[in-house]
């Protein structure tokens, strides 16, 4: 059986201290190559690198992943999960975590299993930014959630900026909802990088997210 290519020539960077989105219809690749830069795939030929060095298991502590459809384990509340991710993780922070608790409105004493789509993915995200990896990546942090979930983790993406220290790679299909938030965009389509964008240069010339997407993609 003949292999399918998911990704060709696909090549981009991303400035430090960015939020870059990386957007594109269904089935383009957005997050086989979310899991190449995580080091949690490989590629067949050519090199993906973090700060500089290769992808892979040395670079896991620099890098912070949010993956698509990931489930946290329901047999646990959202207390004894954070307890246990603090032990897992060499970089965690304790005080993010509780500042994070407070912003994100998580109940401690819920069980994971009885929380709503909207909860459980603010714990997620609260699990990826109570970490101090300087590259935080989120796969469709929004699918399923409602309303008020998806601004109160957009803003806390705005408020874990403040500092210029973090770096922020998003999959999204949530355009409107990120659009005065990224600094970039990466479109990637059937596998290949259509377009690579300065947002201010877009909005400098009359552009929005939204209408470059549809230009690509239309």
């Not at 219809?25 to 949690?40: C, E, F, Q, V």
């Not at 659009?179 to 059937?190: K, N, P, W, Y």
């Amino acid at each position: 059986m003949k292999k399918k290519m998911i990704l060709d020539q696909v090549s981009f960077e991303i400035p430090k201290g960015s939020i870059t989105g990386l957007l594109g219809p269904n089935g383009a690749g957005k997050s086989s190559l979310l899991r190449m830069i995580a080091g949690l795939s490989s590629q067949d030929s050519g090199t993906v690198q973090v700060f500089g060095q290769p992808a892979g298991e040395k670079m896991l502590g620099k890098l912070s992943l949010l993956p698509d459809r990931g489930s946290l384990p329901g047999w646990l509340t959202a207390e004894q999960w954070l307890s246990f991710a603090a032990g897992i993780y060499p970089d965690w922070n304790e005080q993010s975590a509780k500042q994070l608790i407070e912003r994100l409105k998580i109940n401690l004493d819920t069980s994971i299993s009885a929380m709503s789509r909207g909860e459980e993915a603010r714990l997620q995200l609260l699990t990826c930014l109570s970490r101090t990896a300087p590259l935080i990546i989120l796969d469709e942090p929004f699918t399923g959630v409602d309303l008020i979930s998806r601004e109160q983790i957009a803003s806390t993406v705005v408020a874990e900026m403040g500092d210029g220290e973090r770096t922020f790679l998003i999959a999204t299909h949530d355009i409107r909802e990120m659009e005065m938030l990224f600094d970039r965009l990466v479109l990637i389509g059937d596998g290949q990088i259509k377009s690579v964008e300065d947002v201010e240069q877009l909005r400098q010339h009359g552009k929005s997210v939204e209408s470059c997407y549809r230009e690509v993609f239309a």
